[in-house]
């Protein structure tokens, strides 16, 4: 199926996939022919768990356990086959050995085209099959825990860039010091990745994403109002009683004259 984006996969396109992943001489590079064959990869790694992504709930926790219940369910359940335990040696050797492939083919794509390992020499771009089909990614932009904005971008060096244009320079100097990490090497600020986009969700998923930031700032504004009103009112009470210490000192004062 010709489809751009996380989805579900299902029936002959899951096993025929499934088929090509858990044999030796697959290849992440070489099947990402395409922008369909790399979303149809990045689905797998999403249902798997392997993948974290927000618009997409994962259909197993990722684990070697995991994994090998998913492909027992694929290849090797049948009637009076309900466990691992069910088959036989041969069998049992035939469910590692696709588990293992599976495994490790699974930990290529995360390794190569998610993993934004974008430190100086340990860069991996080069590897990268979602660059070169340009596959952009949303990025959020930190200042120490706090979310401060989003970029699109294709990698890491091309977020910092976008951010050092049009994030850095709205926020306030002094809360850039103030937060950021003092040995960060973009300058105060962290890019992270939050998921990759597609041309027909682009914009609608990096307004999801700036909303979401939004909305953590609203409600952590909410909670500093609240402490606010909380401390004004602490603040008046004590005032109240500085004032009647001294109306009661000043009426003792002048009874004693």
């Given at each position: 199926m010709k489809v751009n984006g996380v989805r579900n996969l299902e029936g002959k396109e899951l096993k025929?996939?499934?088929?090509?992943?858990?044999?030796?001489?697959?290849?992440?590079?070489?099947?990402?022919?395409?922008?369909?064959?790399?979303?149809?990869?990045?689905s797998l790694c999403c249902m798997t768990g392997a993948v974290k992504d927000p618009r997409f709930e994962p259909?197993?926790?990722?684990?070697?356990?995991?994994?090998?219940?998913?492909?027992?369910?694929?290849?090797f359940k049948e009637d009076g086959i309900y466990s691992y335990r069910d088959l036989s040696r041969g069998r049992r050797q035939s469910l590692a050995y696709k588990?293992?492939?599976?495994?490790?083919?699974?930990?290529?794509?995360?390794?190569?085209?998610?993993?934004?390992?974008?430190y100086g020499w340990r860069s991996m771009s080069g590897n990268s099959r979602r660059v070169e089909l340009g596959i952009q990614r949303i990025y959020t932009v930190k200042c120490g825990y706090k979310p401060i904005g989003a970029v699109i971008?294709?990698?890491?060096?091309?977020?910092?860039?976008?951010?050092?244009?049009?994030?850095k320079p709205l926020i306030p100097?002094?809360?850039?010091?103030?937060?950021?990490?003092?040995?960060?090497?973009?300058?105060?600020?962290?890019?992270?990745?939050?998921?990759?986009?597609?041309?027909e969700r682009m914009m609608e998923d990096y307004v999801e994403e700036t909303t979401r930031i939004t909305g953590l700032i609203s409600e952590e504004n909410s909670k500093h109002s609240n402490v606010i009103e909380t401390t004004q009112k602490k603040i008046d009470d004590?005032?109240?009683?500085?004032?009647?210490?001294?109306?009661?000192?000043m009426v003792t004062l002048d009874g004693n004259n």
């Amino acid at each position: 199926m010709k489809v751009n984006g996380v989805r579900n996969l299902e029936g002959k396109e899951l096993k025929v996939l499934l088929k090509k992943m858990t044999k030796k001489k697959f290849s992440v590079l070489s099947y990402c022919k395409t922008s369909y064959d790399w979303w149809r990869l990045y689905s797998l790694c999403c249902m798997t768990g392997a993948v974290k992504d927000p618009r997409f709930e994962p259909t197993m926790q990722y684990s070697d356990w995991g994994l090998r219940g998913f492909i027992f369910n694929q290849f090797f359940k049948e009637d009076g086959i309900y466990s691992y335990r069910d088959l036989s040696r041969g069998r049992r050797q035939s469910l590692a050995y696709k588990t293992n492939r599976l495994g490790e083919n699974i930990s290529t794509f995360r390794s190569n085209e998610i993993q934004d390992y974008s430190y100086g020499w340990r860069s991996m771009s080069g590897n990268s099959r979602r660059v070169e089909l340009g596959i952009q990614r949303i990025y959020t932009v930190k200042c120490g825990y706090k979310p401060i904005g989003a970029v699109i971008a294709n990698d890491h060096e091309h977020a910092v860039q976008i951010a050092d244009m049009i994030v850095k320079p709205l926020i306030p100097k002094s809360f850039l010091q103030e937060n950021g990490h003092p040995r960060s090497s973009t300058g105060n600020i962290e890019i992270v990745r939050r998921c990759e986009v597609w041309d027909e969700r682009m914009m609608e998923d990096y307004v999801e994403e700036t909303t979401r930031i939004t909305g953590l700032i609203s409600e952590e504004n909410s909670k500093h109002s609240n402490v606010i009103e909380t401390t004004q009112k602490k603040i008046d009470d004590n005032q109240i009683i500085i004032d009647c210490l001294r109306s009661n000192l000043m009426v003792t004062l002048d009874g004693n004259n």
